[in-house]
């Protein structure tokens, strides 16, 4: 594979991430829609699975919102094109923006400038592991604005324990409310520093619904 031809499936792989939702995600909205016994909330839910299927027929993003791009790149230390995937997915992310399309999210903090393809410093955002071998893994994660606009971090007393990351946790998603675009799937991160537990909290978001933590202990809570 050369660079033109792995552009050309990043590219895809970004169309098909603000197209279609998981199978596990729109499963679940399925058995939500069958429990559920409020007549509001059935309207709502029946609108969403509605908007999933003509996304989908008509080959337009679910929402309106795609999304910061988001890279999790898992590749070898011989993969021929290593070097290159910045600048590779980069111009995937501009590609994309034109022909799925994207909607030009980003913009400069400081000058309020928008380039309108998706691209700037540090932008699409890449988070590497460098492994043995030559294989590449990408998932990309097209996390929104509106989304991001209610994430919540809070350094707890350690005598607050797990009673008050309960409390933190609940607080954080009846303050949200409607504003991240309900049904809302929660990324819990707990431990480590700042920058480290935004990270795990924002990583969980890809784990399939109904997936347990390996640890027992967690898992029950």
Known sequence: MDAAQLEEKITSL?????????????????????????????????????????????????????GIQIFYINVGIDFPLIGQLSTIITNSVRRATKEVPLRPNTVNPFTNENPGDNAGLSIPWINWKVNDGADLDITVFPKGGGSENVAKLAMLNPGQGMKGMKRFVIDAVMEAGAKPCPPTIVGVGIGGGADICMKIAKEQLLRPIGQRHLNQKIAEI
């Open 14 to 66: 970004i169309g098909l991430a603000v197209l279609e939702l998981p199978s596990d995600v729109v499963k679940s909205l399925h058995n939500t829609l069958d429990k559920e016994t409020n007549t509001t909330a059935k309207n709502q839910l029946e609108a969403i699975i509605q908007n999933i299927k003509l996304a989908k027929t008509h080959s337009i993003p679910i929402c309106q919102d795609t």
